[in-house]
Protein backbone atom coordinates (compact mmCIF):
# COMPACT_ATOMS: atom_id res chain seq x y z
CA UNK A 1 0.00 0.00 0.00
CA UNK A 2 1.27 3.39 -0.66
CA UNK A 3 2.68 5.35 2.27
CA UNK A 4 1.51 8.09 4.44
CA UNK A 5 4.31 10.80 3.35
CA UNK A 6 3.89 9.67 0.13
CA UNK A 7 3.70 11.97 -3.32
CA UNK A 8 0.21 12.29 -4.89
CA UNK A 9 1.75 11.00 -7.87
CA UNK A 10 4.01 8.09 -6.57
CA UNK A 11 0.61 7.46 -4.17
CA UNK A 12 -0.84 7.09 -7.44
CA UNK A 13 1.17 4.77 -9.33
CA UNK A 14 2.13 2.57 -5.82
CA UNK A 15 -1.99 2.07 -5.83
CA UNK A 16 -2.33 1.40 -9.20
CA UNK A 17 0.25 -1.77 -8.75
CA UNK A 18 -1.54 -2.18 -5.60
CA UNK A 19 -4.21 -2.61 -8.02
CA UNK A 20 -2.78 -4.93 -10.33
CA UNK A 21 -1.03 -7.11 -8.00
CA UNK A 22 -3.92 -8.11 -6.16
CA UNK A 23 -5.30 -11.13 -7.87
CA UNK A 24 -1.74 -12.50 -8.05
CA UNK A 25 -1.58 -12.22 -3.86
CA UNK A 26 -5.12 -13.43 -3.59
CA UNK A 27 -4.80 -16.47 -4.62
CA UNK A 28 -1.62 -16.90 -3.62
CA UNK A 29 -2.19 -16.39 -0.32
CA UNK A 30 -4.28 -19.56 -0.14
CA UNK A 31 -1.51 -21.67 -2.23
CA UNK A 32 2.11 -20.90 0.01
CA UNK A 33 2.87 -19.42 3.44
CA UNK A 34 4.53 -16.10 3.34
CA UNK A 35 6.54 -12.94 4.92
CA UNK A 36 5.89 -9.32 4.36
CA UNK A 37 9.45 -7.56 4.29
CA UNK A 38 11.33 -4.31 2.81
CA UNK A 39 12.33 -4.94 -0.87
CA UNK A 40 15.88 -3.73 1.28
CA UNK A 41 16.01 -7.00 2.83
CA UNK A 42 16.75 -8.78 -0.87
CA UNK A 43 20.38 -8.43 -2.57
CA UNK A 44 20.53 -9.94 -6.26
CA UNK A 45 24.19 -10.83 -6.68
CA UNK A 46 25.64 -11.47 -10.46
CA UNK A 47 28.25 -13.31 -11.30
CA UNK A 48 29.69 -16.61 -9.75
CA UNK A 49 32.66 -15.61 -7.89
CA UNK A 50 30.15 -12.87 -6.07
CA UNK A 51 28.07 -15.86 -5.29
CA UNK A 52 30.76 -17.79 -3.67
CA UNK A 53 32.86 -14.65 -2.50
CA UNK A 54 29.19 -14.15 -0.44
CA UNK A 55 28.86 -17.50 0.30
CA UNK A 56 32.34 -17.85 1.71
CA UNK A 57 31.90 -14.19 3.57
CA UNK A 58 28.57 -15.56 5.31
CA UNK A 59 30.17 -18.64 6.85
CA UNK A 60 33.15 -16.45 8.30
CA UNK A 61 30.57 -14.42 10.09
CA UNK A 62 28.35 -17.07 11.08
CA UNK A 63 27.90 -17.41 14.85
CA UNK A 64 25.46 -19.74 15.56
CA UNK A 65 23.93 -21.63 12.63
CA UNK A 66 25.10 -22.75 8.83
CA UNK A 67 22.83 -25.03 6.86
CA UNK A 68 23.34 -25.89 3.56
CA UNK A 69 21.02 -27.59 1.39
CA UNK A 70 22.13 -28.95 -2.04
CA UNK A 71 22.41 -31.63 -4.71
CA UNK A 72 25.97 -31.99 -3.87
CA UNK A 73 29.58 -30.19 -2.80
CA UNK A 74 32.38 -30.99 -5.29
CA UNK A 75 34.94 -34.09 -4.22
CA UNK A 76 37.53 -31.29 -4.36
CA UNK A 77 35.98 -28.06 -2.80
CA UNK A 78 38.72 -28.19 -0.08
CA UNK A 79 39.17 -24.22 -0.27
CA UNK A 80 35.04 -24.62 0.71
CA UNK A 81 35.70 -26.75 3.68
CA UNK A 82 38.90 -25.37 4.80
CA UNK A 83 36.51 -22.05 5.48
CA UNK A 84 33.64 -24.51 7.12
CA UNK A 85 36.84 -25.76 9.49
CA UNK A 86 37.94 -22.27 10.34
CA UNK A 87 34.88 -21.25 11.31
CA UNK A 88 33.66 -24.00 13.70
CA UNK A 89 37.46 -23.77 14.99
CA UNK A 90 37.01 -20.27 15.89
CA UNK A 91 33.46 -20.37 17.32
CA UNK A 92 32.64 -23.01 19.33
CA UNK A 93 29.19 -21.84 19.40
CA UNK A 94 28.87 -22.50 15.51
CA UNK A 95 26.62 -25.27 14.76
CA UNK A 96 26.74 -27.05 10.71
CA UNK A 97 24.50 -28.92 9.26
CA UNK A 98 24.73 -30.19 5.49
CA UNK A 99 22.19 -31.71 2.98
CA UNK A 100 23.04 -33.39 0.02
CA UNK A 101 21.40 -36.53 -1.91
CA UNK A 102 22.62 -39.66 -1.50
CA UNK A 103 22.86 -41.15 -4.76
CA UNK A 104 24.88 -37.77 -6.29
CA UNK A 105 26.53 -37.80 -2.71
CA UNK A 106 27.99 -41.22 -3.00
CA UNK A 107 28.44 -42.50 -6.55
CA UNK A 108 32.33 -42.36 -6.58
CA UNK A 109 32.62 -44.29 -3.67
CA UNK A 110 34.81 -46.07 -2.56
CA UNK A 111 37.17 -43.45 -4.47
CA UNK A 112 36.36 -39.77 -3.47
CA UNK A 113 33.05 -38.20 -3.39
CA UNK A 114 31.16 -35.69 -1.88
CA UNK A 115 30.35 -38.09 1.36
CA UNK A 116 33.89 -38.96 2.14
CA UNK A 117 35.09 -34.91 1.70
CA UNK A 118 32.24 -34.30 4.55
CA UNK A 119 32.71 -37.05 7.18
CA UNK A 120 36.09 -35.64 8.21
CA UNK A 121 34.11 -32.46 9.61
CA UNK A 122 32.10 -35.08 11.67
CA UNK A 123 34.98 -36.71 12.96
CA UNK A 124 36.87 -33.15 13.68
CA UNK A 125 33.53 -31.33 15.71
CA UNK A 126 31.65 -34.00 16.28
CA UNK A 127 27.92 -35.15 16.11
CA UNK A 128 26.66 -32.76 18.61
CA UNK A 129 28.08 -29.46 16.13
CA UNK A 130 28.36 -30.98 12.58
CA UNK A 131 25.39 -33.16 11.03
CA UNK A 132 25.61 -34.75 7.39
CA UNK A 133 22.60 -35.48 6.19
CA UNK A 134 22.02 -37.26 2.69
CA UNK A 135 18.89 -37.77 1.15
CA UNK A 136 17.61 -40.94 -0.27
CA UNK A 137 14.48 -41.32 -2.99
CA UNK A 138 11.93 -43.55 -2.05
CA UNK A 139 11.47 -44.51 -5.62
CA UNK A 140 14.61 -46.41 -6.22
CA UNK A 141 14.20 -49.39 -4.44
CA UNK A 142 14.99 -53.19 -4.60
CA UNK A 143 14.96 -54.53 -8.19
CA UNK A 144 15.48 -50.89 -8.87
CA UNK A 145 17.96 -50.21 -6.81
CA UNK A 146 20.37 -53.18 -7.65
CA UNK A 147 20.29 -53.39 -11.48
CA UNK A 148 19.73 -49.66 -12.75
CA UNK A 149 23.49 -48.11 -13.17
CA UNK A 150 24.83 -45.10 -11.25
CA UNK A 151 23.98 -41.89 -12.85
CA UNK A 152 21.25 -43.03 -14.61
CA UNK A 153 19.59 -44.03 -11.57
CA UNK A 154 19.46 -40.68 -10.60
CA UNK A 155 16.43 -40.19 -12.99
CA UNK A 156 14.19 -41.52 -9.82
CA UNK A 157 14.52 -38.86 -7.91
CA UNK A 158 17.26 -36.86 -6.08
CA UNK A 159 16.91 -34.25 -3.07
CA UNK A 160 17.58 -31.12 -5.82
CA UNK A 161 16.61 -27.56 -2.73
CA UNK A 162 19.47 -25.02 -3.31
CA UNK A 163 19.36 -23.41 0.53
CA UNK A 164 22.25 -21.70 1.55
CA UNK A 165 21.64 -20.10 5.54
CA UNK A 166 23.62 -18.27 7.80
CA UNK A 167 22.23 -17.13 11.19
CA UNK A 168 19.38 -14.77 9.96
CA UNK A 169 20.36 -14.73 6.36
CA UNK A 170 19.74 -17.40 3.34
CA UNK A 171 20.72 -17.57 -0.31
CA UNK A 172 17.88 -18.63 -2.61
CA UNK A 173 19.59 -20.00 -6.15
CA UNK A 174 19.89 -22.89 -8.54
CA UNK A 175 23.72 -23.22 -8.27
CA UNK A 176 25.40 -26.36 -7.00
CA UNK A 177 29.03 -26.08 -4.06
CA UNK A 178 31.04 -26.75 -7.08
CA UNK A 179 33.91 -25.12 -8.76
CA UNK A 180 32.21 -24.47 -12.12
CA UNK A 181 29.20 -22.89 -9.93
CA UNK A 182 31.73 -20.71 -8.39
CA UNK A 183 33.43 -19.80 -11.81
CA UNK A 184 32.31 -19.97 -14.90
CA UNK A 185 29.04 -21.34 -14.52
CA UNK A 186 26.45 -18.52 -14.60
CA UNK A 187 23.04 -18.79 -12.30
CA UNK A 188 20.98 -16.86 -9.91
CA UNK A 189 21.54 -15.88 -7.00
CA UNK A 190 19.40 -13.86 -4.41
CA UNK A 191 20.20 -13.01 -0.55
CA UNK A 192 17.51 -12.58 1.64
CA UNK A 193 18.03 -10.86 5.28
CA UNK A 194 15.33 -11.99 7.32
CA UNK A 195 15.37 -14.10 10.13
CA UNK A 196 11.83 -15.46 9.84
CA UNK A 197 12.17 -16.13 6.33
CA UNK A 198 15.56 -17.42 7.06
CA UNK A 199 14.03 -19.70 10.18
CA UNK A 200 11.17 -20.95 7.64
CA UNK A 201 13.54 -22.54 5.51
CA UNK A 202 15.90 -23.98 8.05
CA UNK A 203 12.97 -25.43 9.47
CA UNK A 204 12.25 -27.38 5.95
CA UNK A 205 15.78 -28.63 5.65
CA UNK A 206 15.61 -29.77 9.48
CA UNK A 207 12.66 -31.71 8.47
CA UNK A 208 14.35 -33.38 4.95
CA UNK A 209 17.00 -33.94 7.01
CA UNK A 210 14.94 -35.79 9.21
CA UNK A 211 13.59 -38.17 6.53
CA UNK A 212 17.69 -38.68 5.30
CA UNK A 213 20.29 -40.75 5.97
CA UNK A 214 23.29 -39.77 8.01
CA UNK A 215 26.60 -39.93 7.05
CA UNK A 216 29.57 -40.80 9.93
CA UNK A 217 33.15 -41.08 9.61
CA UNK A 218 34.42 -44.74 9.32
CA UNK A 219 37.65 -46.30 8.30
CA UNK A 220 35.83 -48.26 5.13
CA UNK A 221 37.75 -47.96 2.37
CA UNK A 222 34.72 -45.14 1.00
CA UNK A 223 35.90 -43.17 4.35
CA UNK A 224 32.34 -43.02 5.57
CA UNK A 225 29.28 -44.71 6.32
CA UNK A 226 25.93 -44.55 5.63
CA UNK A 227 23.41 -44.80 8.30
CA UNK A 228 19.53 -44.70 8.79
CA UNK A 229 19.04 -42.71 12.36
CA UNK A 230 17.31 -45.08 15.10
CA UNK A 231 15.38 -41.34 15.62
CA UNK A 232 14.15 -40.58 12.51
CA UNK A 233 10.25 -41.07 12.58
CA UNK A 234 9.87 -43.03 9.22
CA UNK A 235 11.72 -46.43 8.28
CA UNK A 236 14.31 -46.23 5.80
CA UNK A 237 12.96 -45.61 2.09
CA UNK A 238 15.19 -48.79 1.24
CA UNK A 239 12.56 -50.93 4.02
CA UNK A 240 9.60 -49.99 3.54
CA UNK A 241 9.28 -47.27 0.90
CA UNK A 242 5.63 -46.76 1.66
CA UNK A 243 5.23 -46.47 5.31
CA UNK A 244 8.50 -43.60 4.81
CA UNK A 245 6.16 -42.25 2.21
CA UNK A 246 3.19 -41.99 4.64
CA UNK A 247 5.38 -40.65 7.42
CA UNK A 248 6.67 -37.90 5.38
CA UNK A 249 3.62 -36.72 4.20
CA UNK A 250 2.56 -36.04 7.94
CA UNK A 251 5.29 -34.06 8.80
CA UNK A 252 6.12 -32.17 5.59
CA UNK A 253 1.95 -31.15 4.62
CA UNK A 254 1.51 -29.08 7.85
CA UNK A 255 5.02 -27.15 7.14
CA UNK A 256 4.23 -26.13 3.78
CA UNK A 257 0.28 -25.20 4.04
CA UNK A 258 -0.37 -21.94 4.22
CA UNK A 259 -2.74 -22.33 6.89
CA UNK A 260 -0.63 -24.62 9.23
CA UNK A 261 3.08 -23.47 8.62
CA UNK A 262 5.15 -22.36 11.51
CA UNK A 263 5.64 -18.69 10.99
CA UNK A 264 7.71 -16.70 13.05
CA UNK A 265 7.33 -13.11 14.18
CA UNK A 266 10.88 -11.80 14.61
CA UNK A 267 11.22 -9.60 11.86
CA UNK A 268 12.23 -5.51 13.46
CA UNK A 269 11.13 -3.79 10.14
CA UNK A 270 7.99 -1.44 10.86
CA UNK A 271 4.93 -2.65 9.29
CA UNK A 272 4.36 0.50 7.40
CA UNK A 273 7.62 -0.27 5.60
CA UNK A 274 6.53 -3.95 4.03
CA UNK A 275 6.02 -3.66 1.04
CA UNK A 276 7.23 -7.22 -0.61
CA UNK A 277 5.63 -10.22 0.19
CA UNK A 278 8.01 -13.31 -0.57
CA UNK A 279 6.20 -16.75 -0.92
CA UNK A 280 7.81 -20.01 0.38
CA UNK A 281 7.03 -22.28 -2.26
CA UNK A 282 8.13 -26.64 -1.83
CA UNK A 283 7.68 -29.01 -4.45
CA UNK A 284 7.76 -32.23 -2.36
CA UNK A 285 6.09 -34.42 -4.91
CA UNK A 286 7.52 -38.14 -4.46
CA UNK A 287 6.80 -37.63 -0.69
CA UNK A 288 3.64 -36.15 -0.24
CA UNK A 289 0.54 -38.64 -0.78
CA UNK A 290 -2.26 -36.73 -1.72
CA UNK A 291 0.66 -34.36 -3.44
CA UNK A 292 -0.04 -30.72 -1.69
CA UNK A 293 3.01 -29.28 -3.13
CA UNK A 294 3.31 -25.60 -3.99
CA UNK A 295 5.33 -24.52 -6.52
CA UNK A 296 3.54 -25.90 -9.59
CA UNK A 297 0.29 -24.58 -8.23
CA UNK A 298 1.68 -20.78 -7.53
CA UNK A 299 3.80 -20.20 -10.83
CA UNK A 300 0.50 -21.85 -13.01
CA UNK A 301 -1.56 -19.48 -10.47
CA UNK A 302 0.69 -16.61 -12.27
CA UNK A 303 0.81 -17.30 -15.73
CA UNK A 304 -3.00 -18.08 -16.08
CA UNK A 305 -3.74 -14.66 -14.48
CA UNK A 306 -1.51 -13.14 -17.15
CA UNK A 307 -4.11 -14.54 -19.28
CA UNK A 308 -6.27 -11.69 -18.35
CA UNK A 309 -6.87 -8.74 -21.06
CA UNK A 310 -6.02 -6.50 -18.08
CA UNK A 311 -2.38 -7.62 -17.94
CA UNK A 312 -2.02 -6.77 -22.17
CA UNK A 313 0.88 -4.91 -21.89
CA UNK A 314 2.66 -6.86 -18.70
CA UNK A 315 5.31 -8.81 -20.11
CA UNK A 316 7.29 -11.92 -18.74
CA UNK A 317 10.39 -13.18 -18.88
CA UNK A 318 11.41 -17.38 -18.38
CA UNK A 319 14.78 -18.97 -18.75
CA UNK A 320 15.64 -22.24 -18.20
CA UNK A 321 19.28 -23.72 -18.26
CA UNK A 322 18.02 -26.85 -19.85
CA UNK A 323 15.13 -26.02 -22.01
CA UNK A 324 12.40 -28.90 -21.20
CA UNK A 325 9.53 -26.86 -19.07
CA UNK A 326 6.73 -29.08 -18.00
CA UNK A 327 4.22 -29.19 -20.93
CA UNK A 328 1.45 -27.91 -19.00
CA UNK A 329 4.03 -24.59 -18.43
CA UNK A 330 4.58 -24.21 -22.24
CA UNK A 331 0.82 -24.17 -23.04
CA UNK A 332 0.50 -21.20 -20.41
CA UNK A 333 3.43 -19.04 -21.50
CA UNK A 334 1.97 -19.49 -25.32
CA UNK A 335 -1.56 -18.48 -23.58
CA UNK A 336 -0.66 -15.09 -21.80
CA UNK A 337 -2.07 -11.53 -22.55
CA UNK A 338 1.35 -10.20 -22.20
CA UNK A 339 3.83 -8.49 -24.76
CA UNK A 340 7.50 -8.15 -25.10
CA UNK A 341 7.92 -12.07 -23.54
CA UNK A 342 11.65 -13.47 -23.73
CA UNK A 343 12.97 -16.85 -22.77
CA UNK A 344 16.36 -17.34 -22.65
CA UNK A 345 18.32 -21.03 -22.55
CA UNK A 346 21.43 -22.36 -22.67
CA UNK A 347 23.40 -22.29 -26.52
CA UNK A 348 24.48 -25.68 -27.26
CA UNK A 349 27.88 -24.48 -27.07
CA UNK A 350 27.07 -23.32 -23.39
CA UNK A 351 25.77 -26.54 -22.14
CA UNK A 352 27.90 -28.57 -20.27
CA UNK A 353 27.12 -31.49 -21.90
CA UNK A 354 28.43 -30.09 -25.58
CA UNK A 355 30.32 -32.99 -26.79
CA UNK A 356 31.08 -34.69 -23.95
CA UNK A 357 31.82 -38.48 -23.92
CA UNK A 358 28.73 -41.33 -24.40
CA UNK A 359 25.57 -40.55 -24.65
CA UNK A 360 25.00 -37.74 -22.75
CA UNK A 361 26.87 -35.58 -25.77
CA UNK A 362 23.77 -36.07 -27.43
CA UNK A 363 21.63 -33.52 -24.78
CA UNK A 364 22.55 -30.54 -26.47
CA UNK A 365 20.78 -31.69 -29.46
CA UNK A 366 17.77 -32.73 -27.11
CA UNK A 367 17.41 -29.35 -25.87
CA UNK A 368 17.68 -27.71 -29.05
CA UNK A 369 15.00 -29.96 -30.64
CA UNK A 370 12.53 -28.94 -27.58
CA UNK A 371 13.42 -25.24 -27.95
CA UNK A 372 13.33 -25.62 -31.59
CA UNK A 373 9.44 -26.90 -31.36
CA UNK A 374 8.32 -24.22 -29.01
CA UNK A 375 9.26 -21.32 -31.34
CA UNK A 376 7.38 -23.03 -33.79
CA UNK A 377 4.17 -23.40 -31.67
CA UNK A 378 5.48 -19.42 -30.77
CA UNK A 379 4.57 -19.39 -34.83
CA UNK A 380 1.86 -21.14 -34.88
CA UNK A 381 -0.02 -19.10 -32.78
CA UNK A 382 0.94 -15.85 -34.29
CA UNK A 383 2.81 -14.63 -31.29
CA UNK A 384 6.21 -14.23 -32.87
CA UNK A 385 5.58 -10.13 -32.67
CA UNK A 386 5.43 -10.45 -29.04
CA UNK A 387 7.14 -13.65 -27.66
CA UNK A 388 10.91 -14.24 -28.71
CA UNK A 389 13.86 -17.06 -27.79
CA UNK A 390 17.38 -16.51 -26.93
CA UNK A 391 20.03 -18.30 -26.40
CA UNK A 392 22.95 -17.61 -24.31
CA UNK A 393 26.41 -18.05 -24.85
CA UNK A 394 29.61 -16.93 -24.02
CA UNK A 395 32.70 -18.88 -25.07
CA UNK A 396 32.49 -22.92 -26.59
CA UNK A 397 32.14 -25.03 -24.24
CA UNK A 398 35.82 -26.95 -23.53
CA UNK A 399 37.92 -23.76 -25.28
CA UNK A 400 40.07 -21.68 -22.43
CA UNK A 401 37.70 -19.03 -20.91
CA UNK A 402 34.39 -20.26 -22.03
CA UNK A 403 31.08 -20.46 -19.75
CA UNK A 404 28.09 -22.85 -19.32
CA UNK A 405 24.48 -21.39 -18.27
CA UNK A 406 22.12 -23.14 -15.66
CA UNK A 407 20.14 -20.10 -14.55
CA UNK A 408 16.68 -20.86 -14.04
CA UNK A 409 13.42 -18.36 -13.09
CA UNK A 410 10.60 -16.02 -13.70
CA UNK A 411 10.01 -12.05 -14.07
CA UNK A 412 7.16 -10.31 -14.53
CA UNK A 413 6.38 -6.92 -15.01
CA UNK A 414 2.88 -5.24 -14.63
CA UNK A 415 1.93 -2.42 -17.23
CA UNK A 416 3.31 1.00 -16.66
CA UNK A 417 6.17 -0.91 -14.84
CA UNK A 418 9.80 0.15 -14.90
CA UNK A 419 10.76 -3.53 -13.50
CA UNK A 420 9.64 -6.93 -12.77
CA UNK A 421 6.76 -6.72 -9.76
CA UNK A 422 7.22 -10.65 -9.49
CA UNK A 423 10.33 -13.05 -9.77
CA UNK A 424 10.96 -16.47 -9.03
CA UNK A 425 14.32 -18.03 -7.24
CA UNK A 426 15.13 -21.39 -6.32
CA UNK A 427 16.19 -24.69 -7.34
CA UNK A 428 13.44 -25.79 -9.89
CA UNK A 429 13.98 -27.06 -13.45
CA UNK A 430 10.34 -25.83 -14.29
CA UNK A 431 10.55 -29.56 -15.92
CA UNK A 432 7.81 -32.62 -15.76
CA UNK A 433 10.66 -34.45 -13.52
CA UNK A 434 10.44 -31.19 -11.47
CA UNK A 435 6.76 -31.53 -10.58
CA UNK A 436 7.09 -35.41 -9.65
CA UNK A 437 10.36 -36.64 -8.58
CA UNK A 438 12.70 -34.04 -7.06
CA UNK A 439 12.94 -31.82 -4.16
CA UNK A 440 12.62 -28.52 -5.06
CA UNK A 441 12.64 -25.42 -2.67
CA UNK A 442 11.86 -21.79 -4.16
CA UNK A 443 11.32 -18.19 -3.18
CA UNK A 444 8.33 -16.14 -4.95
CA UNK A 445 8.80 -12.61 -4.35
CA UNK A 446 6.04 -9.75 -5.19
CA UNK A 447 6.93 -6.57 -4.83
CA UNK A 448 5.81 -2.74 -5.04
CA UNK A 449 9.44 -1.49 -3.96
CA UNK A 450 10.91 0.19 -6.54
CA UNK A 451 14.32 -0.29 -5.81
CA UNK A 452 13.94 -3.99 -5.75
CA UNK A 453 12.29 -3.45 -9.35
CA UNK A 454 15.03 -1.74 -10.28
CA UNK A 455 17.52 -4.75 -8.78
CA UNK A 456 15.22 -7.72 -10.65
CA UNK A 457 14.98 -5.55 -14.52
CA UNK A 458 18.87 -5.58 -13.50
CA UNK A 459 19.32 -9.23 -13.34
CA UNK A 460 17.16 -9.46 -16.68
CA UNK A 461 19.21 -7.63 -18.43
CA UNK A 462 22.93 -8.71 -17.58
CA UNK A 463 21.20 -12.34 -17.98
CA UNK A 464 20.74 -10.99 -22.05
CA UNK A 465 24.08 -9.27 -22.52
CA UNK A 466 25.17 -12.82 -23.57
CA UNK A 467 22.38 -13.98 -25.77
CA UNK A 468 21.16 -13.58 -29.28
CA UNK A 469 17.73 -14.11 -30.59
CA UNK A 470 17.47 -17.53 -32.68
CA UNK A 471 14.21 -18.03 -35.44
CA UNK A 472 12.76 -20.92 -37.06
CA UNK A 473 15.21 -19.99 -40.22
CA UNK A 474 17.81 -20.47 -37.63
CA UNK A 475 16.60 -23.78 -36.38
CA UNK A 476 16.01 -24.81 -39.96
CA UNK A 477 20.31 -23.97 -40.61
CA UNK A 478 22.28 -27.44 -41.72
CA UNK A 479 24.09 -27.57 -38.46
CA UNK A 480 20.96 -26.62 -36.35
CA UNK A 481 19.41 -30.30 -37.42
CA UNK A 482 19.57 -33.28 -35.18
CA UNK A 483 20.12 -36.81 -36.44
CA UNK A 484 18.41 -40.01 -35.72
CA UNK A 485 20.84 -40.35 -32.35
CA UNK A 486 18.87 -37.41 -31.02
CA UNK A 487 15.65 -39.94 -30.11
CA UNK A 488 18.10 -41.41 -28.12
CA UNK A 489 18.61 -38.08 -26.34
CA UNK A 490 15.48 -37.39 -25.91
CA UNK A 491 14.79 -40.71 -23.93
CA UNK A 492 17.23 -39.32 -21.54
CA UNK A 493 16.14 -35.87 -21.20
CA UNK A 494 12.47 -37.59 -20.35
CA UNK A 495 14.42 -39.56 -17.92
CA UNK A 496 16.74 -37.31 -15.97
CA UNK A 497 15.47 -33.71 -16.87
CA UNK A 498 18.00 -31.49 -15.95
CA UNK A 499 19.16 -32.96 -13.16
CA UNK A 500 22.33 -34.44 -14.17
Request: glycine fraction near 6%; proline fraction near 6%; charge should be neutral.
Amino acid sequence: MPTANATPGAQSAATSSAGMLSPFVSELDKIAPSFRINGSQIRVLQSPTEFYETLKDKIRNAERRIFLSTLYIGKSEKELITTLQEALRSKPNLKLSILTDALRGTREAPDPSCASLLAPLVEEFGPDRVEIRMYHTPNLTGFRKKHIPKRINEGWGLQHMKLYGFDDEIMMTGANLSNDYFTDRQDRYHLFSSRDITEYFSNLHDAVSSLSFRIDPSDAPSGFDMVWPKDNAPPSPLEDHKQFVRESTGLLAGLISPKTAPLTANDSTPLEKRDTSVYMLAQFSQLLSPDTSTELPAITHILSTLAAPQYSKSSWTFTAGYFNPAPSLTKLLLSTASQNNTVITASPYANGFYKSPGVSGLLPDAYTLLARRFVRAVHEKKLDASTVMKEWRKGTVGEPGAWTYHAKGLWVTLPDNNGPSISLIGSSNYTKRSYSLDLEANALIVTENESLKKQLANEQNWLQENTTVVTREDYAKTERRVGLKVRIAMLIVRLVGGAL
